[in-house]
């Protein structure tokens, strides 16, 4: 058994860019997919809008740690190789494409339906009333529930240390098996996330009151 010391403190900050960057490739993966899915479900054709429905149950009514095992064994049955990172980085697009698509969906939704009246009396087909009239809106209704989901993601990185890949909290893992310093070592991981994560929760919420005070006024 080794001390802990101030190179297992580097060994285990140096992992904070891993769960950075899987936070990163995962929302933008996600955000990809829910537009997908958020037109799919405020769309007019009624089988798109089942399949998004159904896209949506599965993964938010399955455990997140499910998915990630499934996105690292499945590419191989099919002859695949897929490493550690890649599976969470597809495991988790996944998973956030389909929080991000009922929250952008809810937030197109929200959008008055005067506004989609009045564009389509100018002529607009579906296309340029969701792009030039609905989407700016949407958009800025959206921002806070799409940042805080960005924050459950980030914790959510921490999942991903099952499949072998070493961020923030396999990273601790690692030294505490080397250390057996539990509290020491997870009470610095603990800190650590709440310093990336308390100030885009703090920001979130922020949004959510000039929303609201917007609305007022409104």
């Known amino acids: 058994m080794r001390s802990f010391g101030p190179n ?6 140096a992992a904070v860019r891993w769960t950075l960057l899987l936070s990163i ?3 933008a993966g996600g955000s990809l997919g829910g537009v997908v899915v958020a037109l799919m479900r405020a769309g007019s054709i009624r089988a798109l809008r ?4 159904a896209y949506i149950k599965i993964f938010q009514g399955t455990p997140l740690l499910m998915q990630l095992v499934l996105a690292f064994f499945i590419p191989g049955i099919f002859g695949l190789d897929v490493d550690p990172w890649a599976a969470a980085a597809i495991g988790l697009s996944l998973h956030a494409s389909a929080f991000l698509g009922e929250i952008w969906r809810g937030a197109i939704e929200v959008v008055p339906r005067g506004q989609w009246e009045a564009s389509g009396a100018l ?3 579906y296309w340029a009333q969701m ?3 609905i989407a700016p809106q949407a958009i800025r209704i959206a921002i806070p529930p799409s940042v805080g989901f960005l924050v459950q993601l980030i914790k959510a990185t921490s999942l991903a240390s099952i499949i072998g890949f070493v961020e923030l909290t ?13 509290f020491t070592i997870f009470g610095l991981v603990g800190l650590t996330y709440f310093i990336i994560c308390w100030p885009l929760s703090a920001y979130s919420r922020r949004m959510e009151r000039r929303l609201a005070e917007a609305s007022a006024r409104a």
């Open 8 to 13: 297992e403190v580097f060994y285990i900050l």
């Open 25 to 27: 490739v995962a929302f």
């Open 50 to 53: 089942w399949i998004a429905f």
């Open 123 to 125: 002529g607009l087909r």
């Open 131 to 133: 792009r030039l009239v």
């Open 170 to 182: 396999r990273a601790a893992q690692v030294i505490n098996n080397a250390t057996f310093q539990p």
